[in-house]
């Protein structure tokens, strides 16, 4: 229930439960002793959060409140999508909100998703199961936020001639190629009727991913999308691999990367490698975190910079399909020099590589603990003593 609060300076419509305001109507300046308040009719319209009470102190009128926070989206999301595919929405909200449950109502049905954590994040994810223009709103206590959305059926279009390096590039095959690969996060791709450097960088990165290349090199990747050629079919699935932010924390999940290292830019990667670190996060919480709750979370740090390509920081980590696991200590912290420091947490590190090598997508993990080496659940190589490196395959592809 909200109440009000009145200072030397203000009048305070005050959040419920709390010491931070919704909102303020300044005192007019008057003598020493008199300022006039016009009182605003809007904060006593009837409902149910009507202020029923008011804080005064005569004789020591309180400093301002802090302002409270309302939903903050910082990822919103996309206007259009295809039925069955899966996006993510985040943001931030006031930190009196941590615990609460984020509902997503949709046609008049409530979902609840992951609750607020302790610095005010939340993140949510949905799939449109109907086509048609829906209205999806977020609701975290008395805030809401609503987002307008076209739900397609899952994308088809002909193409008459190849797109692309050397191909015969009409301008409606080419608005074709560009809009899914807009559609699909590959944001860069310009909507005009040319092929340009984003477009052909767009189209390599999606054929390095689809062909579980690590690099954007290798077979299939030659920068054209031929009519009912596998680009094509990958860009038209039901599955095709998104572009997108990787997931900034879930259940059992951590990601440093986006929430600590924020003067890097490895926070990108695909659809799979989002839905596979969710899935491991998860699984982690169940088979390990419940019954020792102190441990650390599978923390995440680098994926692949904004557009795919080339880092000087990797060998690989081109196409979003590569992630680093920081290891675990004793603590329940992370950031280790080694494997070979006393405060690594092996039990701990054992349980995370147990949960990713579940998901159906891994590939492989690369770690130099010999004793998870032994067990089967790594593979030895160079310059991976203070950090785990996993790669994930393609799914079959659903048409």
């Not at 909102?23 to 149910?48: N, Y």
């Not at 000087?312 to 675990?328: K, R, V």
Request: charged fraction near 20%; aromatic fraction near 8%; include cysteine.
């Amino acid at each position: 229930m909200s109440w009000l609060q009145i200072t030397t300076e203000a009048l305070y419509l005050m959040q419920g439960g709390s010491n931070k305001y919704l909102e303020k109507v300044d005192l007019e300046t008057g003598s020493e002793t008199e300022k006039r308040l016009d009182f605003p009719l809007a904060w006593f319209q009837e409902g149910d959060d009507i202020p029923r009470s008011a804080i005064v102190s005569f004789e020591n009128l309180p400093s301002e409140p802090d302002p409270y926070i309302p939903i903050r989206v910082t990822q919103p999301p996309p206007n259009r999508v295809d039925i069955q595919e899966r996006f993510t929405i985040e943001g931030l909200t006031d930190v009196s909100n941590a615990g609460k449950a984020v509902i997503i109502e949709v046609s008049g049905f409530k979902v609840s998703s992951q609750p607020v954590d302790d610095l005010g994040h939340w993140q949510v994810q949905f799939v449109f199961t109907q086509a048609g223009e829906k209205s999806l709103t977020l609701i975290i206590g008395r805030d809401r936020a609503t987002f307008n959305i076209l739900v397609n059926n899952p994308r088809r279009f002909p193409l008459s001639g190849s797109v692309g390096y050397l191909g015969r590039n009409r301008d409606t095959d080419i608005r074709a190629v560009k809009q899914r690969l807009n559609d699909l996060g590959y944001t860069w791709v310009t909507a005009t009727p040319s092929i340009d450097t984003g477009t052909l960088n767009a189209i390599r990165l999606f054929q390095a991913i689809i062909n579980q290349h690590y690099q954007i090199r290798g077979a299939g990747v030659d920068g054209r999308v031929d009519p009912n050629g596998l680009t094509h079919r990958w860009l038209e699935a039901k599955n095709a691999p998104r572009w997108q932010l990787m997931p900034i924390d879930n259940t059992g999940l951590f990601n440093y990367e986006r929430q600590i290292q924020t003067t890097d830019n490895h926070d990108y990667g695909t659809s799979w490698m989002a839905d596979t670190l969710l899935a491991a996060g998860q699984d982690y919480q169940r088979t390990y975190l419940d019954a020792h709750p102190q441990a650390a979370q599978i923390v995440i740090n680098d994926v692949s910079i904004p557009y795919g390509g080339d880092t000087p920081d990797h060998a690989t980590h081109e196409t979003g399909m590569s992630c680093d696991i920081l290891l675990p200590r004793t603590s329940g912290g992370y950031l280790l020099p080694t494997w070979q420091d006393s405060r690594y947490d092996r039990d701990a590190m054992r349980a995370i590589l147990k949960s990713i090598r579940r998901q159906p997508l891994t590939s492989r993990i690369l770690f130099n603990d010999p004793e998870l080496i032994q067990e089967g659940l790594c593979l030895r190589a160079s310059g991976h003593d203070n950090h785990a490196h996993f790669e994930i395959r393609p799914p079959g592809r659903i048409d």
